[in-house]
């Protein structure tokens, strides 16, 4: 019994040892699916991309082996006669598609897995904006798509932005589109 125990203690040990180290998988890192003109000029160019590469709005984006993420949109909003924006902002929307590429369901929460900064690095807060399509949050089975609308209350005169998506919130890196408005 002695023995079991010190086996289960060295194993653990181990898996601890590894996880402390960092290794990383790449699970946040996004790849264009669909590339930009400028990034399929030369296929040489998609092997030494930096890790940082920013993606365009429109482009489909493989993250890990998770999920397929596609910004497909983004628009300002005044709100409605329930929700409107304080003096001198305004709401930001971004329509987000998200396919489970995995042989599992998965879970996406938009407050947790997305995070929206502007051009000085300061993160934007989320909105709850009634009229805005509903938020792709929830679990997506394997293979299954979910699509919603990231609200996000921003100043009006900010117009560029980074949006970024962790698929695995205990991993390092992170996939980034450049959001203009």
């Not at 002695?2 to 790449?26: D, F, Q």
């Not at 940082?52 to 482009?59: I, L, M, R, S, W």
């Not at 924006?85 to 329509?95: A, Q």
Request: glycine share 8%; charged share 15%; net charge negative.
């Amino acid at each position: 019994m002695k023995r079991v125990l010190s086996l289960v203690i060295g194993v653990g040990l181990i898996i601890m040892a590894l996880l402390a180290c960092g290794e990383s998988t790449g699970n946040n890192t996004g790849t264009a699916v669909t590339p930009t003109a400028s990034t399929s000029a030369s296929k040489s160019n998609a092997a030494t991309a930096p890790a940082t590469q920013h993606f365009k709005v429109g482009q489909v984006v493989k993250v890990g082996d998770t999920w397929q993420v596609t910004v497909l949109g983004v628009k300002t909003s005044n709100g409605d006669e329930f929700d409107q924006p304080k003096t001198g902002n305004t709401f930001l929307l971004i329509d987000v598609s998200l396919k489970n590429l995995s042989s599992s369901e998965q879970t996406v929460s938009s407050a947790m897995n997305f995070t929206l900064r502007d051009s000085s690095g300061q993160q934007m807060d989320f909105a709850i904006v009634t009229s805005a399509p509903k938020t792709p949050d929830g679990k997506v089975e394997a293979g299954g798509q979910i699509r919603g609308t990231l609200a996000y209350e921003v100043p009006r005169s900010e117009h560029h932005y980074t949006l970024a998506f962790v698929s695995d919130l205990l991993e390092s890196g992170q996939t980034i589109w450049d959001i203009n408005i």
